[in-house]
């Protein structure tokens, strides 16, 4: 699957502070339940934050297998249709290749999906936790819709009581587990951005010099403060300073 990141959107100027001038792309955010895990509240509040997103709510895995008439940015799949989802797979990810796909956690449930099904699922890449402040959530749906993944904290803690095939916790316990190799592996865009972190500059100025909005910059560090498992961006710069000794991110 390829993903579309903060850069590919504001790139292409069509950044929330346009690059070029332009208003953002239309795009179409589908909903795939029929249990009604997403209120007509939640979607109205994406329409309000997100105006260029076009939200579409299905009941049937099958709805979703064709085009629309704009491009799908984000699919959510209710738990309890995560294998039928899996399972059109192949068929998603070709009528919607620069979709992310998550899946819903409801929030008077427990959680039902852990993050070794995330890591083995051939479709889904995120996890969205519906027990979230409304802020909270709109910023995880903002970073969906432009690529990023999102998994909750304590599933990592969650997987690692019962998976003992996931990469050890760091020697003080503090930080969160490392993800596969693969998965950890930085975007060009992301390694520029942190290389200049890593150097002291503010978002300010790394806007400036690759010609993105300040909110774009926040979404890719983090991202990057994700992928490498570390707390912030200070810890993060620390780990790409130790790439130029001989470490590894």
């Keep these: 699957m390829v993903l579309l990141d903060g850069n590919d959107y504001a790139e292409a100027g069509v950044g929330a502070a346009g690059v ?3 208003p953002e792309p239309r795009r179409v955010m589908l909903i795939l339940t029929n249990t009604g895990s997403v209120s007509k509240r939640l979607i109205d509040a994406v329409e309000r934050e997100f105006p260029w997103v076009v939200v579409e709510q299905l009941e049937h895995v099958g709805a979703a297998c064709r085009a629309f008439p704009h491009p799908v940015a984000l699919i959510l799949v209710d738990a309890a249709m995560m294998r039928e989802a899996e399972a059109a797979s192949a068929i998603l990810m070709r009528v919607h290749p620069h979709a992310l796909t998550a899946v819903i956690e409801p929030y008077d449930r427990p959680p039902a999906t852990s993050l070794a099904a995330v890591v083995d699922s051939p479709l889904i890449r995120s996890v969205l936790p519906m027990d979230l402040r409304l802020d909270v959530w709109l910023s995880i749906i903002r970073l969906m819709l432009y690529g990023g993944e999102y998994l909750p904290p304590e599933s990592i803690f969650q997987t690692r009581a019962g998976d003992t095939s996931l990469p050890p916790l760091a020697h003080d316990g503090s930080q969160l587990a490392q993800r596969r190799t693969d998965r950890a592996e930085l975007t060009a865009r992301e390694l520029q951005i942190l290389e200049m972190v890593s150097r002291g500059l503010q978002n300010k100025l790394i806007a400036a010099e690759f010609g993105l909005s300040e909110h774009t910059v926040k979404i890719h560090l983090h ?15 620390a780990r790409y300073r130790s790439t130029q000794h001989g470490g590894t991110l």
Excluded: C
């Design 20 to 22: 070029r001038g332009g």
């Design 223 to 237: 991202n990057i403060i994700r992928k490498l498992g570390v707390h912030n961006r200070t810890e993060a710069a």
